[in-house]
């Protein structure tokens, strides 16, 4: 079988076949409570699930698993209300263990529909819809069918016999508040306590009581405590998700009894809308955490920040990411090297300049974009596949220049190569400008928490952290262009100096690589395909001008190279364009709060390793620990879980995670050790024995 027929057979079975696997499970219609349309008159419309025997779909938080979903197709003027969502169950696996919230069984989720008023009687009307579910026994998949139901218009409609008196009691009976009961909330550092009471003497006395919570302020999959106060009332001790918002001003949910809440076992979920009282104590409310506690990652004082910050900029030069941006300026600096010092000096001030210029553009940007209530960390430029994409265009056409492809102005690209004309400071200005676009997403050991504390500060306090960053990363080539002796050291321009300059090509190159594997973990694998096509019909439009532009060229060969080298590299853009995607990983679970809660429920040894494409020293990381046959047998023989919190692409789950520890970087690895309530967190480089001692305790 060759494969293009091999390829259709593969589609065939994903497109046809999976369908039809996953309705067996959950069959999806359409039901009316009418069986007519009233002009401008509201109908109940129900999305009607049909489960098979132990399978379950999601209620609108679902703790583990996703909510269902329906998106209307309506004729024009229609309007659909949000789901009316029926009181949840809570649903267990056959070990008896909580999955989450849900339905199972026959189910209508109810919708009301409001068709506009000038509807002719005697037409027929279609409703469409998409649903979508995620659909649970012992595994999970995703299920969707696409819905439909018509009928006619009529100035009367009469109960549709099947589903009439069913949605009008479905809709009767959904959760809502009722005058027969009074509530009210207390919270403290581990529970929320809620206490339920009859209004009046005698009401009708609830029985198998539990709280679904609308924000995941409460556990889902922690036990509830119930206890009767005595008078026909009741107390709900209600375990507080660490997950969950933190200044929550209400409680919000629906507490059900499966004897309903009314006589004659009616009204099944009492909606709960409660404010919540404190009973912390203001002395241990604002004490900080014991040392080793989240308040102990962050720096002591603003001093000290700055000094981790300074010290943190000058490790970026280190980094396998600024690499590239010191072989230009050692460039520069060697083509420096037989003109007047004062010069030598002036590039340097300038070069500082732009890296300082570029960093305080970086802090205004984040200090604007945080009083917008935006969540951003450092890096997050690399999250961006169109940022990604351009860096590598860029870093392309810089490393053809110095391989001697083309030449278009060393000025104009910012090498800085022309030293002893205006242009040359302008180079040098713009090099700062790279340094500091390229070295951002590296996040060295003393930056991240000097990094973490800046996007906490206040705005001066903030600039001030960034400030120290550039000052770390411009003095080593302050301190080349002041002391005169340092640029005497430097070898006499001569003719190696091409051979150097097409030498240091190669470094460009592998950057250009290096953010092609970013770009795969942000694109679809044929947007990643398309990405490296486009980088190399830039290249190829790069060779034409450069071809057509040589020196003593006539102008009509100059135009032609320019006009169609420019046609070629825009087509290069064209095509590369990227269309982000989130990433897969085949390896490592997902991470999220939920699983990590499971898991400590289980009494499992939880590693977590917040990590990204992107960032160079977490793939060093990985490499080292996960490389080691001592680690990989421990994790083994102690069934240590591994979840992985990607952060490639930008998510506000992980960046909120991050900040709960006072870090806005990766890498950032934690170990949760059974019994423990704060985890362990390691330090940004690994080594083996730093992690075996880790999740040995």
Not at 435 to 447: E, G, N
């Amino acid at each position: 079988m060759n494969v293009s027929r091999l390829f259709v057979l593969s589609a065939f079975a994903l497109t046809v076949l999976l369908p039809t696997a996953y309705a067996q499970h959950v069959k999806a219609s359409l039901v009316a409570a009418d069986t007519a349309i009233q002009p401008g008159k509201p109908l109940t419309v129900a999305l009607r699930l049909e489960h098979d025997a132990h399978w379950h779909t999601y209620w609108l938080n679902p703790g583990t698993g996703l909510v269902t979903e329906i998106k209307w197709s309506l004729p024009p003027g229609w309007k659909a209300s949000e789901i009316q969502w029926p009181a949840p169950h809570v649903l267990k696996d056959r070990t008896g263990s909580v999955v989450g919230n849900g339905y199972e069984g026959d189910l209508l989720l109810p919708v009301i529909l409001t068709p506009p008023a000038d509807l002719a009687p005697g037409s027929q009307i279609d409703l469409q819809a998409a649903a979508e579910w995620l659909m649970c026994e012992e595994v999970c998949m995703p299920g969707s069918a696409k819905v439909r139901l018509s009928l006619p218009v009529a100035i009367n409609a009469a109960s549709d016999a099947n589903f009439g008196p069913r949605l009008n009691a479905l809709i009767a009976g959904l959760p809502r508040a009722d005058a027969a009961w009074t509530t009210s909330a207390t919270r403290d550092a581990k529970n929320v306590t809620l206490t339920i009471r009859p209004a009046a003497p005698g009401a009708h006395v609830p029985s198998d009581l539990h709280f679904f919570s609308d924000d995941s302020l409460v556990a889902y999959e922690l036990p509830q405590k119930t206890s009767p106060d005595g008078s026909g009332g009741f107390t709900l001790t209600l375990p507080i998700s660490p997950d969950g918002p933190k200044d929550a001003p209400k409680l919000l949910g629906v507490l059900t009894s499966e004897t309903g809440w009314l006589p004659n076992n009616l009204l099944r979920g009492l909606r709960i809308e409660a404010v919540l009282g404190s009973t912390i104590a203001p002395s241990s409310a604002n004490s900080k955490p014991a040392s080793g506690g989240i308040a102990a990652a962050a720096p002591a004082s603003l001093g000290a920040t700055l000094l981790l910050a300074l010290v943190g900029g000058l490790i970026l030069n280190l980094m396998p990411c600024v690499f590239p941006v010191i072989g230009i300026k050692i460039l520069g600096f060697v083509n420096q090297s037989g003109h007047e010092r004062s010069k030598v000096v002036a590039h340097g001030l300038v070069f500082a300049l732009g890296v300082l210029l570029s960093f305080w553009t970086l802090a205004t940007v984040l200090a604007v974009l945080r009083a917008g209530g935006d969540q951003l960390g450092w890096g997050f430029q690399l999250q961006s596949p169109v940022f990604v994409f351009g860096l590598a265009a860029v870093m392309l056409v810089f490393a053809m220049n110095m391989s001697g492809v083309f030449e278009f102005g060393l000025a104009a690209t910012g090498v800085g190569s022309n030293l002893q004309v205006k242009s040359g400071l302008a180079g040098s200005f713009f090099t700062g400008v790279l340094a500091t676009v390229v070295a951002t997403p590296c996040s060295a050991p003393f930056l991240a928490p000097a990094l973490g504390a800046a996007l906490t500060l206040s705005t001066v306090e903030s600039f001030a952290v960034f400030t120290a960053i550039a000052i770390g990363l411009a003095t080593p080539y302050l301190l080349l262009s002041i002391f005169p002796a340092a640029v005497k050291i430097l070898p006499r321009p001569g003719a190696w100096m091409e051979t150097f300059k097409q030498f240091m090509a190669f470094p460009l190159y592998a950057t250009v690589a290096y953010l092609a594997w970013v770009l795969a973990g942000q694109t679809t694998e044929n947007g990643s395909l398309m990405a490296l096509f486009g980088l190399v019909l830039i290249a190829l439009g790069v060779w034409v001008y450069g071809r057509y532009n040589q020196p003593g060229a006539k102008p009509g060969r100059t135009r032609f190279g320019f006009i169609a080298g420019a046609a070629v590299f825009a087509l290069g853009l064209w095509t590369g364009w990227p269309m982000p995607a989130a990433p897969t990983d085949v390896v490592w679970e997902k991470w999220s709060p939920e699983a990590v809660a499971k898991l400590q429920a289980e009494g499992r040894t939880v590693y977590v390793d917040f990590t990204a494409r992107w960032c160079a020293t977490c793939q060093t990381n990985k490499k080292i620990v996960f490389h080691s046959e001592e680690v990989l047998k421990t994790f083994r023989d102690k069934k240590i879980v591994t979840l992985r919190g990607d952060w490639t692409n930008k998510d506000p789950q992980i960046t909120a995670e991050l900040a709960k520890y006072q870090r806005s970087a990766v890498p950032f690895n934690v170990v949760w050790l059974p019994g423990k309530t704060e985890p362990v967190i390691l330090p940004e480089l690994l080594r083996p024995s730093v992690v075996l001692d880790a999740v040995k305790g």
